[in-house]
């Protein structure tokens, strides 16, 4: 069951005080450098040899390593003193609580979250990290799903990047002997005709697939319409993501939504199990309420998903779970509230 991280207490270690920081961080969407400083501060401290960072906080020599500035000095030094950091404290008390009123239910109901991204494309951390930090937000599965090649801005794999990522993923569900599972994703561009920009052998290779639309989102209503039906019929697609393309707010500015017909992709939806994303990052709110009630109405299922590009973002799908109990979604037609057997299941069609 995915819930609120339990608040750390002393003693602490400082590589825990480091990473939690960066963690409530990206709760609250700070700036990635003020997020990287305590991540590098973690990685730098842990990669040391045993007794060095002891004999440094002995020596006063914390803030000579390099990496280390005034404020991850001070974290560190206050957790080896055997305190809580009063930094972490402080973030805590105020980042630490849910993000949204209302919601809760749905929330208490989610397993897992279908859309989620790593330093392999646009992501911030690296593959261990956002496992981590899902184990430790009570998530039972998450699916890794960084770009397909097209999408070069991103970092967008190749089929022998995908090849070599798949080989990864699967190395660690092994070792974590069934407490948690990784499964193995993508989100698939839709290209312009509706086809997927990633090969079928590839794709057939995969646990889970989210496909979207990140290019020409100004196509005229006729072929975008058809684009995107064909994409959602498609036997490999598990998952429509951010289907209007729209921003409604953040650092990239607005846009508007894409122009569709709603029902007609999302009748293709309900025809062909293909679930309705709920992308619940707060600058995409996407689809925006009329068009979940469409989908609702039709009979679609759904995907609450955090499409987190970091580790405190996967907290995101709150925004969405407010929004699904708001609209009267049943819970059991949301995918990311089954457990990893049905969802697995369901996404080969069995």
């Not at 991850?72 to 609580?97: F, K, M, N, R």
């Not at 799903?145 to 990864?168: C, F, M, W, Y």
């Not at 707010?249 to 199990?273: K, L, N, W």
């Not at 995409?284 to 009979?299: N, S, V």
């Amino acid at each position: 069951m995915v819930a609120l991280v339990t608040p750390l207490t002393a003693p602490i270690a400082p590589a825990d005080a480091l990473r939690r920081i960066g963690f409530l961080l990206e709760r609250t969407r700070a700036g990635s450098y003020r997020v990287e400083a305590f991540r590098k501060a973690a990685a730098t401290i842990a990669a040391l040899p045993k007794g060095e960072l002891a004999a440094r906080h002995t020596a006063g020599t914390v803030a000579d390593l390099p990496g280390i500035g005034k404020a991850t000095a001070g974290v560190i030094t206050e957790a080896l003193d055997g305190a809580l950091p009063t930094y972490l404290a402080s973030l805590q008390e105020s980042a630490g609580g849910p993000l949204v009123e209302g919601g809760e239910g749905v929330y208490a109901a989610l397993a897992g979250d279908c859309h989620s991204h790593s330093n392999w494309s646009d992501g911030g951390s690296p593959i261990e990290e956002m496992v981590l930090s899902a184990v430790e937000t009570g998530h039972d599965w998450l699916v890794l799903t960084d770009h397909s090649p097209q999408l070069r801005v991103a970092n967008g794999l190749s089929v022998e990047r995908l090849t070599k990522q798949i080989a990864i993923v699967d190395a660690i569900t092994d070792s974590l002997g069934g407490v948690f599972s990784l499964l193995k994703g993508i989100e698939v561009d839709i290209l312009d005709d509706g086809s997927l920009d990633q090969t079928p052998r590839m794709l057939d290779k995969l646990d889970l697939v989210v496909a979207s639309v990140h290019s020409k989102l100004k196509m005229n209503r006729l072929p975008m319409t058809k684009r995107m039906v064909t994409a959602v019929s498609n036997p490999r697609v598990n998952v429509l993501g951010h289907c209007t393309g729209r921003l409604v707010t953040g650092s990239r500015g607005t846009r508007p939504q894409s122009d569709f017909d709603a029902r007609a992709v999302f009748e293709a939806c309900a025809e062909h199990h293909t679930a309705v994303e709920i992308n619940s990052r707060p600058e995409r709110c996407d689809p925006p309420d009329e068009l979940i009630r469409m989908a609702a109405e039709i009979g679609c299922l759904f995907s609450i998903d955090s499409d987190a590009h970091a580790p405190g973002q996967l907290d995101m799908k709150a925004y969405g779970c407010e929004r699904a109990e708001r609209l009267g979604l049943d819970p059991d037609r949301i995918i990311t509230t089954w457990d990893v057997d049905r969802l697995s299941a369901w996404a080969r069609g069995a």
